[in-house]
């Protein structure tokens, strides 16, 4: 009868929500303290959002949800229907948790705030709603990333300057990655941890404990379409891994879905490139809600993060949209990417 239980209790299942709940259990035993839960039911309402818009995505080909909105974003880039309605799914399922202070979206031009005192409302969430939704229309693979950071004391600045804090000062970050299956992957600082939605129960169940980037990969990703606008040190590298530099063979793979190349370097390895160039020579990708939750997850498994001059995290952010060049991937390739790329050329 013990073995019976035990086997039971082997095969029980452990949720996103309830893996953070013993990740903070495990951080505050040294002090004697418990956990309050209100940081899982802060990640519990993206995990709403997202199986909200991961109900939408599948049955996008069924309904009128394909195509544009007809409106254009602060970025200037037109909207997608999805972009819209995963932007309103996070807004609101967030929105309705008291501990946010603020929410940052790359669909809209200013924060939103709420009237929360900084007890009440300790927490910053900056998310790219629905990354790669120009690929909806082609079923290729999108995803949600968010970066959660912590408000600071009144006493040492205002809930503005809190949003604009350096990427090393994120308390927890994430992505899922809207494919065939739904994966979340997340850190809070201690390893990488990723999550697989079952659809037979409607939660997301832990399948990767303490993900790992290999040290090297095979892999490189870049959009070689824009080689030519890129400096010179960029190009070089590119083609001194294509020639073996690295002792090793490699395969291009480029999906143009910022989760999806990353999710992938993150389990094979390899090196995922968006270097500056002619037109866009402070880079396209943004570091608040891009670059940052990405960098801070590959450090977590081992990995490297940087904008060609220093570390992607050290950045101090000037505004909301910010952009950055952003090069991330495994050691190996990270390195002799440091070595190759110069301070002159990097932003």
Not at 57 to 64: H, K, M, T, V
Not at 114 to 137: C, Q
Request: proline fraction near 4%; aromatic fraction near 8%.
């Amino acid at each position: 009868m013990i073995g019976e239980t035990r086997r039971v209790a082997m095969a029980m299942i452990t949720t996103v929500q309830q893996h953070i709940l013993q990740e903070q259990q495990a951080a505050l035993k040294a002090t004697g303290r418990e956990a309050s839960g209100t940081f899982s039911w802060l990640l519990s309402g993206i995990t709403l959002a997202a199986k909200m818009v991961e109900a939408k995505i599948r049955s996008a080909g069924l309904s009128d949800v394909y195509g544009s909105f007809g409106a254009e974003n602060v970025q200037g880039e037109q909207q997608q229907k999805l972009d819209v309605y995963a932007n309103q799914a996070l807004l609101h399922c967030l929105g309705l948790r008291d501990s946010v202070a603020a929410l940052v979206s790359e669909e809209d031009e200013q924060p939103v705030t709420f009237n929360r005192d900084a007890e009440t409302g300790k927490y910053i969430i900056v998310f790219d709603p629905l990354d790669g939704s120009s690929n909806i229309d082609v079923n290729v693979n999108v995803g949600t990333i968010f970066s959660v950071l912590r408000r600071m004391p009144a006493e040492l600045g205002t809930l503005e300057e809190s949003i604009l804090q350096p990427g090393f000062r994120q308390v927890a970050a994430g992505y899922v990655v809207y494919g065939p299956s739904t994966v979340l992957v997340y850190t809070t600082g201690n390893g990488v941890h990723g999550f697989t939605l079952d659809p037979t129960i409607g939660a997301f169940v832990l399948s990767n404990e303490k993900m790992m980037m290999p040290e090297q990969g095979s892999y490189y990703s870049v959009n070689e379409a824009n080689a030519a606008g890129w400096p010179e040190e960029y190009r070089g590298y590119v083609e001194m891994l294509r020639a073996g530099g690295l002792k090793k063979e490699y395969s291009s793979r480029y999906i143009g879905s910022l989760v999806a190349d990353f999710h992938r370097t993150l389990l094979k390895g390899g090196v995922f490139l968006y270097p500056p160039t002619l037109k866009q020579p402070k880079g396209k990708l943004r570091l608040l809600y891009e670059a940052n939750p990405l960098a801070f997850i590959a450090e977590q498994a081992g990995g490297m993060a940087t904008y060609g001059a220093g570390r992607i995290l050290d950045i101090k952010p000037e505004g909301i949209h910010q952009r950055t060049p952003f090069c991330v991937g495994s050691k190996r390739e990270m390195e002799a990417l440091v070595a190759a790329v110069s301070p002159v050329s990097a932003r």
